[in-house]
């Protein structure tokens, strides 16, 4: 297929329900038939008789526009989004899919935006020991979620409560005897049984939900807190310092809150380490000692002989944002449908950042909105017999928000969804001989892929690091926990060439140096030949559900299929 992108500069003007003839692209893509090394021999890539012509030329250059600079980070009511979907919106049109919603290709959802500013250093006084005072930015960060103009907390105790996680089904609960009411508690990253790898604790290394930083936030606001900290640490979050001090300045986005529903936390935080170590010192307490501690059944929480003070000032906007939803009506029985989710917002412009301050996204997530698009122009051509949608989500660096929206506002039903398949940061490692899966083992979607890798001459191996929680981490998450199959694969690190060493490497190298960072760019010299092997899996694998008839299942002792049954009922 060939694809004929807008110029940057008619998407500027076109209005989202024109739909003016494309042009031709923005700049004239980097030929990606080359891997990574120089001196490599080019890597033809094998194309399955059933598979769809997926070139390299195109994803090239959708990720070349959707992460260019014109497109300010694509953050969520400003003019990146603006751009963003006019772009997706022309190239919906132009592939001849349906708008998804009505006569729309949009979904708006609605928005508050909330851009925090501390008003000063977080003071914390120490009964009996010495005051500390604390660097925002530096050694902590501050926001809120409510639509207030000023938000403070003064003298707050602070009340250290292990993981923060109330897990009845489990025998865990570290608020067990607590009043955190109108409190600040502490709390630390993942879940218990990361440190010690014990595999009778939640799931030892591997992450549970209960790990995620939105659900600690969630049981805090439950159990009456005020505040809240999480003390970070690079292995237990999966990301460095940077990227929770990035992800904390500028604008902030929640869906409006419901009448009835409580307030959000006052204040919600993440403290350094070191910081942590300092305060529990302070406080007569070795923090290595308590970490450890926490891991254990039957730890108590307790109060810290201190107390915390610290505020905010707050700009709040009501706007909306937009998903941007397509179809491809099925030609049997159409109102049953799949679902391909991507998100396409980023973290758009800080200008106290550095390098230029764009956070362009180019593998988070231009990467996934482009293998979208192809996809999308694929099935145009040859329908299959249930629908397809192809949702691209706005919001999902802010908790998921659009996928979180689209799930309590279904645009088809959801007892009619059949299942989603989700890409979100596919790295750009060139050809593999593995396909890792997300989640590995949570439905029956794992055997139609590994049915389709095998005939690619590929495998497929569960996620290296489940301890990171990356099934909790994305769009499908909020279709899974509302109880629709959900599949989440991408590239694996066995390089056809170079081998897995090579492959982790990239990956690593990603998230230590790009990751939610300004210099997450295009590299026109980047080999997207695996990226272009993975969209023809994921089209076979939707293809073979779209028209064999079955209902993917989740697979016994999960903790999705209980919605998933109540729903088909």
């Not at 935080?269 to 302070?282: G, I, V």
């Not at 800080?350 to 230029?356: E, H, S, T, V, Y």
Request: glycine letters at 8%.
């Amino acid at each position: 297929m060939r694809l004929l992108p807008l110029t940057l500069a008619l998407l500027a003007l076109v209005a989202c329900e024109q739909s003016p003839p494309p042009t031709a692209p923005t700049a004239e893509p980097a030929p990606q038939t080359q891997t990574a090394a120089a001196d490599s021999e080019p890597v033809s890539v094998p194309t399955p008789s059933t598979a769809p012509d997926i070139r390299i030329e195109d994803l090239s250059a959708h990720i070349q526009n959707l992460a260019s600079d014109d497109f300010a980070g694509r953050q969520p009511g400003g003019p990146g989004e603006r751009k963003t979907v006019a772009y997706l919106t022309q190239e919906f049109k132009r592939m001849g899919l349906a708008p998804g919603n009505g006569d729309s290709y949009l979904q708006q959802v609605p928005m508050v935006e909330i851009t925090s500013e501390p008003t000063g250093p977080v003071a914390i006084a120490v009964d009996g020991g010495e005051a500390m005072s604390l660097e925002t930015g530096k050694d902590i960060v501050i926001q809120t979620l409510r639509e207030d103009p000023e938000v403070s907390i003064k003298d707050s105790p602070l009340v250290f409560v292990g993981f923060g996680v109330n897990a009845p089904e489990l025998n865990w609960n570290d608020y067990a005897g607590l009043d955190v009411k109108d409190k600040t508690v502490v709390m630390l990253v993942n879940d218990p049984g990361f440190e010690t790898g014990d595999a009778s604790l939640f799931g030892g290394k591997a992450m549970t939900y209960y790990g995620r930083w939105t659900y600690k936030y969630e049981e805090a606001l439950r159990q009456g807190a005020a505040a809240a900290i999480i003390v970070h640490d690079t292995a237990g979050a999966a990301y460095g310092w940077e990227v929770v001090q990035n992800s904390f300045v500028g604008a902030e986005f929640d869906l409006p809150h419901k009448a009835g529903d409580p307030k959000p936390l006052a204040l919600r935080s993440w403290m350094t380490t070191e910081a942590a170590t300092e305060l529990f010192k302070r406080s007569g307490k070795d923090f290595a000692a308590e970490r450890l501690a926490a891991n254990q059944p039957g730890f108590t929480g307790y109060a810290l002989p201190a107390r915390v003070s610290m505020g905010v000032t707050s700009r709040v906007r009501h706007a909306e944002s937009a998903n941007v939803v397509a179809l491809v009506k099925g030609t049997e029985t159409p109102d049953e449908v799949m679902i391909f989710t991507a998100h396409w917002d980023h973290f758009g412009r800080n200008f106290q950042g550095k390098d230029d301050g764009i956070f362009n996204g180019a593998i988070d997530n231009a990467t996934g909105v482009a293998a979208m698009l192809e996809l999308a122009e694929a099935f145009a051509a040859d329908p299959p017999k249930r629908s397809l949608m192809f949702l691209a989500v706005t919001l999902e660096e802010s908790g998921l928000l659009g996928s979180r929206y689209y799930t309590e506002n279904p645009l088809l039903p959801l007892n009619k969804t059949v299942a989603t398949i989700n890409m979100d940061a596919i790295q750009v490692i060139g050809r593999t001989r593995d396909v890792v899966v997300i989640g590995y083992g949570k439905s029956s979607l794992d055997e139609v892929l590994r049915d389709k890798a095998a005939a690619q001459g590929r495998v497929i191996i569960p996620e290296p690091t489940p301890e990171n929680g990356f099934y909790y981490r994305s769009d499908h998450f909020n279709f899974a926990r509302a109880g629709v199959p959900s599949l989440y694969a991408k590239n694996g690190h066995d390089h056809i060439e170079k081998g897995e060493a090579y492959g982790r490497k990239i990956a690593e190298d990603y998230v230590a140096k790009d990751y939610h960072k300004p210099s997450d760019e295009f590299d026109p010299t980047w080999d997207l030949s695996g990226n272009v092997e993975d969209a023809q899996l994921n089209f076979e694998v939707a293809r073979q559900i779209a028209n064999d008839g079955s209902w993917p299942t989740w697979a016994e002792g999960s903790e999705f299929k209980a919605a998933r049954d109540a729903m088909l009922k």
